[in-house]
């Protein structure tokens, strides 16, 4: 059984910033608060919906700051964000970021059919979520 916790990179910083300042409990109760934890892939706990256990969220701040159990019940993932996407036009290869394909995308909205469009900026807004769950 595979256990993470995700957390937003602002939240991940502000555990992190508690753990620096030998603030333990408030990292748990942040990690607690703000996670989303999976189990096999599973979302279990979402952040206004129900809590993860405690001995969750402190496993997985200790394995953090490097003080954990030898085996853990979760680990905290880090967040990761897609920096460049590549996409090829008739003119060749683009490098863009998420940004930078929204504006791109808009700025075809007069050539680019309306369901193409659509799938497209669902596309986004899923990598938008998947990047920094809230």
Do not use: F
């Amino acid at each position: 059984m595979k256990s993470i916790i995700r957390l937003s990179h602002a939240d991940l910083n502000e555990v992190k910033r508690c753990l620096a300042l030998d603030q333990k409990i408030k990292a748990v109760k942040h990690c607690r608060n703000h996670g989303h934890h999976y189990i096999d892939g599973i979302e279990q706990c979402a952040p206004g919906l129900t809590k993860m256990s405690l001995r969750a969220a402190k496993h997985a701040v200790e394995h953090l700051a490097g003080n954990g159990t030898r085996n853990p019940e979760a680990v905290i993932a880090p967040p990761l964000r897609i920096k460049k996407i590549i996409v090829e036009t008739m003119e060749g290869e683009m490098e863009l970021d998420v940004d930078l394909l929204q504006l791109k995308l808009l700025e075809g909205l007069s050539t680019i059919p309306l369901s193409v469009m659509s799938s497209s900026t669902e596309l986004i807004q899923y990598i938008r979520n998947w990047q920094d769950p809230k």
